[in-house]
């Protein structure tokens, strides 16, 4: 964090980058969204074909959309069986959430269940792709303008330390306001695990079912993509109240990066190995899918024990889980776990994150490099986040984290990075 007063440091090459990747994220998303369904499905190549204009915009597409994003937004205005305080801000305020992310799970899957029971053909979804994603990153556009218009108005405790670089560019793409809310309502908080995480596993269903009507029953490929990423988003929203330790919450302005991540890109890049395998059926033996979950429960062991541990740790560090472990103290008053799994890289959840995004690929074969994409963006944003995060680290900790450096020399994958 940038010393008071002082603006931080510019990032995602700054202005002229933020305009390229407002450019380049959708056209990727698109580009990946064409060549999933074309025969090719080269993820180099070019798409065979260039989708006409009307088959991006459609009327149903954009009162799905609505619908949808009104469907999670009630149900994230219900009532919470539990309420979640936020990190400490910088006017020593504490914000309150509600904890009913999995409630609003099982409440959609039931509304699905009740819908395709009554004759609602889920299937039809994977026709809808391109439009929905359209209609998606218009969304992201418009949101990010009307929050950062409002932060416009916000007070200084209110922006993050990020977007607020003076240029309008850079400052609508990182996003100016920390925690922009209407009322009680938190814009961030909300589109971080609600629509975009439970819509992917909803597109994910509507490729499996669609998988069936068309070979007469899903691959055992699709049923594994389907459960990994259905335990990784239940995981998120089981585990909805460590969502507030990470950087998007605790140090991210809410501007087009992450309105445009949550709401467009997780949604329809995230399903990307279940649209190639909707359109380029994989052959999979069960021994081979065996060793594929081991895989994948590996690094869910690590993703969820790494993030539970460092969680519990930060609400209350007597915790009798984490009482036991080494740590460093620094002159915030915060301490820095250095044994257990924050002992054996800097950033063990990454690792785990890794490890499932492979197990996540590996159903579709090695035929294509498409489905590997989500793999290798993933490497890519973790080490970008891992140095960003350090960045921040060092501006809080100074000598304790050079220490914990010094201790804990690498910083996702052991003995090697
Ligand atoms: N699927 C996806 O697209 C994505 C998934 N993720 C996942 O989200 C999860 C959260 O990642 P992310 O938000 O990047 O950040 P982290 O959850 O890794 O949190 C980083 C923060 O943790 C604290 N911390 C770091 N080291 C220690 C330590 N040794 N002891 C105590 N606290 C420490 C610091 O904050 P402080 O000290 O201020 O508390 C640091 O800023 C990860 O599992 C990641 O894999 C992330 C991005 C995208
Ligand atoms: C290229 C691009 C558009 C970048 C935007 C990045 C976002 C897609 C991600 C930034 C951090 C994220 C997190 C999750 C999803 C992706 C985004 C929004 C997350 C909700 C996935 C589920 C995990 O359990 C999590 C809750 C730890 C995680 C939080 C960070």
Partial sequence: ?????????????????????????????????????????????????????????????????????????????????????????????????????????????????????????????????????????????????????????????????????????????????????????????????????????????????????????????????????????????????????????THDGFGFMLAFGDLAWVPFTYSLQAQFLLYHPQPLELPTASVICLVNAVGYYIFRGANSQKNTFRKNPSDPRVAGLETISTATGKQLLVSGWWGMVRHPNYLGDLIMALAWSLPCGVSHLLPYFYLLYFTALLVHREARDEQQCLQKYGLAWHEYCRRVPYRIVPYIY
């Fill in 1 to 249: 964090m940038a010393p008071q007063g002082s603006r931080a440091p510019l990032e995602f090459g700054g202005p002229l980058g933020a305009a390229a990747l407002m450019l380049l994220l959708p056209a990727t998303m698109f580009h990946l969204l064409l060549v999933a369904r074309s025969g090719p499905a080269r993820l180099l190549g070019l798409p065979p074909h260039l989708p006409a204009p009307e088959a991006l915009w459609s009327p149903g597409a954009l009162l799905l959309w609505l619908t949808w994003l009104g469907l999670q937004a009630a149900f994230y205005l219900l009532p919470a069986h539990k309420m979640a305080e936020g990190q400490e801000l910088k006017d020593k305020s504490r914000l309150r959430y509600p904890i009913n992310g999995f409630q609003a799970l099982v409440l959609t899957a039931l509304l699905v269940g009740l819908g395709v029971s009554a004759g609602l053909p889920l299937g039809m979804l994977t026709e809808m792709l391109l439009p929905l994603a359209w209609v998606a990153t218009l969304t992201a556009f418009i949101f990010s303008l009307l929050l950062y218009l409002k932060a416009l108005m916000a007070p200084a405790s209110a922006l993050a330390p990020g977007g607020n670089s003076g240029n309008p560019v850079y400052d609508f793409f990182l996003g100016r306001e920390l925690n922009p809310r209407f009322g009680s309502f938190d814009c961030k908080y909300f589109c971080e695990l609600r629509p975009g995480l439970i819509g992917w596993v909803l597109i994910n269903l509507a490729l499996l079912v669609q998988e069936a009507e068309l070979l007469g029953s899903p691959s055992l490929a699709m049923w594994l993509v389907n459960g990994f990423q259905l335990l990784y988003v239940g995981d998120a929203l089981w585990h909805e109240e460590a969502v507030l330790t990470t950087m998007d919450i």
